[in-house]
């Protein structure tokens, strides 16, 4: 089982940056995907871009490409998600999760995540 904690949530505003980290325990950490999703008040979590587990492939959603980059860092198990040029609709709480199998295909389905941390409150204003 992978334990994961983000941290780098906050209030910006719209057009600024932030940088979320996940930080991640766990042996199979290196050997899984990692994803990013998000959850707005009133809606369903959404997935916002994942990364294989050697960092070579990575995917997103079509609203954050171009301004989100997900990186990780295999050494010092940790996730990141480089936010840039923020919107109001990028409002949710942000949530990491490593996938369940260590096969990985791009889903973008919770479902196919299998550990998750506990999320971190991004909140943009117009």
């Known amino acids: 089982q992978v334990q994961l904690v983000e941290s780098g949530g906050g209030l910006v505003q719209a057009g600024g940056s932030l940088r979320l980290s996940c930080a991640a325990s766990g042996r199979t950490f290196s050997n899984l995907a990692v994803g990013w999703f998000r959850q707005a008040p009133g809606k369903e979590r959404e997935f916002v871009a994942a990364?294989?587990?050697?960092?070579?492939?990575?995917y997103y959603t079509d609203s954050v490409k171009g301004r989100f980059t997900i990186s990780r860092d295999n050494a010092k198990n940790t996730v990141y998600l480089q936010m840039n040029s923020l919107k109001p609709e990028d409002t949710a709480v942000y949530y990491c999760?490593?996938?369940?199998?260590?096969?990985?295909?791009?889903?973008?389905?919770?479902?196919?995540?299998?550990?998750w941390g506990q999320g971190t409150q991004v909140t943009v204003s117009s």
């Open positions: 999760a490593a996938a369940k199998f260590l096969i990985y295909s791009g889903s973008s389905s919770p479902a196919d995540f299998g550990s």
């Open positions: 990364l294989s587990w050697n960092g070579g492939t990575t």
